[in-house]
């Protein structure tokens, strides 16, 4: 059975990244990988696919879209909605994360935030009062202990199992 058709086992425990690219890799494969548990070169096949690259062609995939994100997500049987975005507000305007912390959230749902790293975007997952993504190498550690506590929000996104599919 291939990867990418072998099921998601819904568990309690955090999944870390499974980085078995033999190089850095990017956000969005690093979240997809923590939400689902399938390893970051599976993921980074799946976005190639969507973006119908040329046989043989195998980019580094550095950056995703939302779009992106949530067709990978519904590959495998979860859904992402956009509960929060604070694109009409000036960038100093925006929450930062640890302010978004303060607000109740559902405690078993994973959150995808994109959030202002520098002059770039970044993807950051949290669940519960636990993050994960490249900065961490993969590992979940407490958000107020992570790299990321100042930095602004651009949207939040709520990911959950898709029962519907």
């Known amino acids: 059975m291939d990867d990418l058709d072998r099921p998601t086992r819904l568990t ?34 799946l976005i190639r696919d969507g973006r ?31 509960s929060e975005s604070f694109l009409g507000r000036t960038r100093k305007e925006r929450p930062t994360v ?12 994973h959150y995808i935030l994109a959030i202002h790293k520098g002059k770039e975007g970044h ?18 550690t407490f958000v107020c202990d992570g790299p990321h506590r100042a930095c602004r929000i651009m949207e939040v996104f709520e990911v959950r199992k898709n029962y519907d599919a």
């Open 123 to 140: 993807w950051i997952l949290i669940k519960g009062v636990k993050m994960c993504d490249t900065f961490t190498e993969g590992k979940w």
């Open 12 to 45: 309690s425990s955090l999944a870390e990244v499974t980085n078995d690219t033999g190089r850095v890799a990017f956000c969005g494969p690093y979240v997809l990988s923590a939400i689902t548990g399938h390893k970051v070169t599976t993921i980074e096949d």
């Open 52 to 82: 119908h690259y040329p046989q043989g062609c195998n980019p580094i995939v550095k950056g995703t879209y939302s779009e992106e994100v949530a067709n990978a997500l519904a590959h495998f049987g979860y859904r992402m909605t956009l």
């Open 98 to 109: 640890w302010q978004w912390m303060q607000k109740p959230r559902n405690a078993w749902a």
